[in-house]
């Protein structure tokens, strides 16, 4: 099977710091790939390289298919693929509804379309209550979902998500993966940077790790939990001990 989005040999480098060595993997069609690694690894680098944030010094990245190395970032949400931000990047001034028709406004010509599009996913994300007020005065969690559903408005076919859970209280947490679990449903394709491994671990199909740049590790939640070389890179001996 061909893979939705793949991943071919990308490497990026900021000055002497090699954030992205040679990295490759594919993400199928309706897959929840989980994508680990500590602080520094190179998650968001390399989310930034595949979604036309940064162009990658080297690599491909293919989408359905199509070499889309070097789009811009806009051009690849109109493809499909879009991304959310470790650091939530909403307009403070505009009401959370307002952000959200930004995004459908790509799918969507007029107005009034956009504005049911966005309103139908503010539902989605437990936003609706909370459509008029400014992003500025959202809580935090409320801020992360609201940056989700700006996303979910230009209807992706893969969406990753950067961090989209951390900082969040458990049950915040429980609403975040519940979401994710429906719009695998939906159809959509999802990449989960996250550092909650209770998080990953259950929600994601398969995982890869990164360390220092390179893909140490693809495979099930299962396997790689047990993987020598992930453990001792990543999840550290206490890991072991829960397991
Ligand atoms: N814009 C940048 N300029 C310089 N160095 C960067 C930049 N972005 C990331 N880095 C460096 O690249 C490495 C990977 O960072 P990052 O991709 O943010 O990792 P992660 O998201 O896994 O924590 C780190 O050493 C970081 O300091
Ligand atoms: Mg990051």
Do not use: W
């Not at 090699?18 to 897959?31: K, R």
């Amino acid at each position: 099977m061909t893979a939705l989005l793949e991943i071919e040999g990308l490497t990026k480098h900021f000055g002497g710091v090699l954030a992205n060595d040679n990295v490759s993997f594919g993400v199928a069609e309706g897959e929840i790939l989980g994508l680990l690694g500590p602080n520094g690894a190179g998650k968001t680098t390399l989310f930034n390289c595949i979604t036309g944030f940064l162009p990658p010094d080297r690599g491909r990245v293919r989408f359905a298919g199509v070499d889309v190395t070097g789009r811009s970032a806009s051009r690849l949400a109109r493809d499909g693929l879009v991304r959310t931000f470790q650091i939530v990047r909403v307009f403070p001034d505009l009401s959370a509804l307002e952000n959200v028709v930004i995004g459908a406004l790509l799918r969507h010509g007029r107005v009034s379309a956009a504005r049911r599009r966005a309103l139908e996913v503010l539902e989605d994300v437990g936003l609706a209550a909370r459509s008029n007020v400014r992003a500025r005065d959202l809580t935090t969690a409320e801020r992360k979902r609201l940056e989700v559903a700006r996303a979910l408005a230009t209807d992706p076919r893969a969406l990753l998500l950067d961090e989209a859970m951390s900082g969040l209280n458990p049950r915040e947490v429980a609403e975040a993966v519940a979401l994710v679990r429906r719009l695998r449903e939906g159809g959509v394709t999802i990449v989960l940077v996250e550092h909650v491994l209770e998080v990953v671990m259950p929600l994601a199909d398969r995982v890869v790790v990164l360390q220092e740049g390179r893909a140490i590790a693809d495979a099930t939640p299962a396997a790689v939990s047990r993987d020598p070389a992930v453990i001792e890179a990543y999840l550290g001996p206490q890991f072991i001990e829960r397991a």
